[in-house]
C-alpha cells in the first residue's frame, strides 16, 4: 500500500503540512499534481499562471527526488483523475491541504466521495492559512465582518500557536527507497506546455520554491520600513511575495514568525496584510455567495451604467487619466499590480466609470500572476463599497491627487506611459490642464471625476 499527497496551493517541501502528515503515515509516499481542465479549459494559450505553475512543478519534482518520492503530473478533472491514481498506486489514503473556495470545496467533497467508494481515506490538513474556517469567531458564534476586531481575535490567539508556526521539516519516516523511486516516477510524467494547450511565458517572476526563496531574502532588509515605502508604485517598497504565497511557495507560518521574529513598525503594517489575506479567505468560506453578489444587502440592486467602451478604455489603460492609465498597461505587461494602484483603478472602475465591480474583478482574474479569489473579490468590493468593512461609498478615490501624492515626480507614470514622459513633474499628472500641452499621441480623460463623483453618489443613495 501507499499513500497519495495530492498537492495543489502548496508547491514546495519546506513545512508542507499536507506532505509532513501523508509522511507519517510509514507508507511509500507518492506526490500528485492535477492539471484541472475544469479551471484551464477556458483560459487562452498565453495564460502567464500555466507558465509560473509548470517551472515551479518542475523544481518541486527535483526537489522530491531528493527524497526518492515520485512526482506524478496528469492533464484530468480531479474527481475522476485521484480515484484512477489510487488506483494506479494501490494506495489507501489520499492526504491534502484544505482549499477554502466554494469550487474547491465541492470538487474535494466529490472526490472524498469517489475515493470512499473504492475504501480509500482522504484527510485533509491546514497549511494555507493560520487560523482556518471557524478557527476565530466573533463572542456570539459568528464570523467576524470588520477587520480591526478580526485582527485583534487573531493577534490574541496567535500564541497559542506559536510553536507550531515553521515547525523544521521530519524526514525520519520517509520510508521511500531508491528501487520505489525508480520504478514509479515516469508512470505520469510532467507534460509540457503545449501538451497543456498553453505557449511558454516570459514572466517577471521565475517559478519554483528556490526563486521564493531569493525574492523573500531580497524583501527582508526592507521590511523595518515597508510602511513607509509600500504606498508609492515607483519605488521597490512592497514583498512582491503574492505570487509565490498564492502558489504555496512559501510557507504562511514561515512569513508570519519571520514579522515576529524581526519586531518593526513595517513588520507590523505587513503582518496586518497577512491578516488581512485570512480575513478574506474566512469570509469566502463562511460567505460564499459573495462570489457572484455583493456582501451588503443593500447594495445587490445598484442601477450601474457598465458602459462597453468605458470599460475597453479602462482595460487598455486609455482613460486619460495617467496613473489609471499606467497601472493597467503595467497590469497587462507584466501581470503584476502594485497594491495601491489596485485600489486607485477599481475606485475608478466603479465609482467614476459606474462600471459593476464584478466586470473588474473578472478581468484582474484573467490576467493577475497572483490571482487569489478570495483576495481579488474582498479587494473589489472593498473598493466598490460593497463588502465587509468597506471603504464608505462616500470616500472616492480623485485620481489626481492620489497620483500627486503617491507618483509626485511621475516616475512610474512614465515608465508605463512613455507618450507623457516630456511633460514635467506637475502636469504629468493631469495633461489636459497643463498650461502649454504638449502634443501627444494621449486620450483627453474619458469622463470628469468631479461629476462623475457626483453621479455615483447619487447612485447609492437612490439604493
Avoid at 474547491?104 to 490538513?125: K, M, S, Y
Avoid at 517577471?204 to 532588509?221: K, S, T, Y
Avoid at 498564492?246 to 513595517?266: A, D, K, Q, Y
Amino acid at each position: 500500500m501507499t499513500t497519495i499527497v495530492w498537492l495543489r496551493r502548496d508547491l514546495r517541501l519546506f513545512d508542507n503540512r499536507a506532505l509532513q502528515s501523508a509522511l507519517t503515515h510509514n507508507t511509500p509516499l507518492i506526490a500528485v499534481f492535477v492539471f484541472d481542465t475544469t479551471i484551464l479549459a477556458p483560459l487562452p494559450k498565453n495564460d502567464r499562471r500555466v507558465t509560473f505553475i509548470h517551472q515551479s512543478l518542475q523544481a518541486l519534482k527535483a526537489a522530491l527526488a531528493a527524497h526518492h518520492i515520485p512526482l506524478w503530473v496528469v492533464h484530468d478533472d480531479p474527481k475522476t483523475a485521484l480515484p484512477a491514481l489510487a488506483k494506479a498506486a494501490n494506495a489507501n489514503a489520499v492526504v491534502c491541504a484544505e482549499d477554502y473556495e466554494p469550487a474547491a470545496i465541492a470538487r474535494d467533497e466529490a472526490v472524498r466521495e469517489a475515493l470512499a467508494r473504492d475504501g480509500v481515506a482522504f484527510e485533509q490538513v491546514c497549511d494555507q492559512v493560520i487560523f482556518p474556517k471557524s478557527a476565530i469567531l466573533t463572542q456570539q458564534n459568528k464570523p467576524y465582518s470588520v477587520f480591526t476586531p478580526y485582527k485583534k481575535a487573531w493577534l490574541a490567539k496567535l500564541p497559542a500557536v506559536f510553536d507550531q508556526l515553521a515547525l523544521a521539516d521530519d524526514w525520519a519516516s520517509c520510508v521511500n527507497d531508491a528501487a520505489f523511486f525508480d520504478a514509479q516516477k515516469d508512470r505520469f510524467p510532467l507534460p509540457s506546455l503545449e501538451a497543456l494547450g498553453f505557449e511558454a511565458q516570459d514572466n517577471v517572476l521565475q517559478g519554483g520554491e528556490e526563486a521564493a526563496r531569493e525574492r523573500l531574502q531580497d524583501f527582508l532588509p526592507r521590511l523595518a520600513r515597508y510602511h513607509q515605502l509600500r504606498d508609492f508604485p515607483a519605488k521597490k517598497g512592497v514583498s512582491y511575495l503574492s505570487t509565490y504565497l498564492r502558489f504555496g511557495l512559501l510557507s504562511i507560518r514561515h512569513l508570519v514568525r519571520l514579522c515576529l521574529e524581526r519586531p518593526s513598525e513595517g513588520a507590523d503594517t505587513w503582518l496586518s496584510e497577512l491578516i488581512w489575506r485570512e480575513f478574506y479567505q474566512q469570509l469566502l468560506y463562511h460567505y460564499p455567495n459573495v462570489v457572484d453578489e455583493s456582501f451588503k444587502a443593500q447594495y445587490r440592486a445598484l442601477k450601474w451604467g457598465n458602459n462597453p467602451e468605458w470599460f475597453a478604455a479602462w482595460t487598455r489603460g486609455q482613460t486619460g487619466y495617467p496613473i489609471v492609465d499606467a497601472a493597467m498597461r503595467q497590469l497587462n505587461q507584466t501581470g503584476f499590480m502594485h497594491n495601491r494602484l489596485r485600489m486607485i483603478v477599481a475606485s475608478f472602475l466603479t465609482k467614476d466609470l459606474l462600471i459593476d465591480w464584478r466586470w473588474g474583478e473578472a478581468y484582474f482574474a484573467e490576467k493577475l500572476l497572483d490571482f487569489d479569489l478570495a483576495a481579488n473579490n474582498g479587494g473589489w468590493q472593498w473598493a466598490a463599497s460593497t463588502g465587509c468593512d468597506a471603504q464608505p461609498y462616500f470616500r472616492i478615490f480623485n485620481p489626481v491627487t492620489q497620483s500627486q501624492k503617491f507618483d509626485p515626480t511621475g516616475e512610474f507614470i512614465r515608465r508605463y506611459v512613455p507618450e507623457l514622459a516630456a511633460l514635467n513633474n506637475k502636469d504629468i499628472h493631469a495633461p489636459w490642464a497643463a498650461k502649454t500641452p504638449v502634443a501627444v499621441d494621449y486620450p483627453a480623460p474619458i469622463v470628469d471625476h468631479s461629476e462623475q463623483r457626483k453621479l455615483a453618489l447619487a447612485m447609492f443613495k437612490a439604493d
